[in-house]
């Protein structure tokens, strides 16, 4: 049996790697941190407990959209992702192992229906049976 990605089954895994990966390949992914506010609170160290005095920073946001190019060498795929805004790039490779494949090909159905033909012949080979006895 081959490996499986979706719902097809290919003879070697690394075609079901390139078949998994395929779609993935100008796919826009997007990364970064909301833009937030950071505030702290300190005493004014003036003697009076009430006094506090606050200051606020402005984080700006460096949420980004992403192109994804993806390459595989064998059981490796590696993304290439380069920001549409900066044009920053930035690689991951990711190492793929797929499953066995599970769908039912046409060996496993000649199997089933023998062993399903085998079960009703043993219900003929019963009925045959209770007749000649009876008989």
Known sequence: MGYQSGSNCYESANSAVVASV???TGGVFVFGSPASVISSTVPC???NPYCTTTTS???PSTIEPYVADVSVDGLVATYKFTGAIT???FSKAVTLQPQQCQLIDYQDSFLLSG?????WFLAWS???LK???NS
């Open 57 to 59: 920073t402005n984080v």
């Open 131 to 133: 007749k000649a006895v």
């Open 45 to 47: 160290n003036n003697g």
């Open 22 to 24: 395929s779609g993935q």
């Open 87 to 89: 044009g920053t790039t």
């Open 115 to 119: 062993m399903v033909v085998a079960v």
């Open 126 to 128: 019963f009925v045959v």
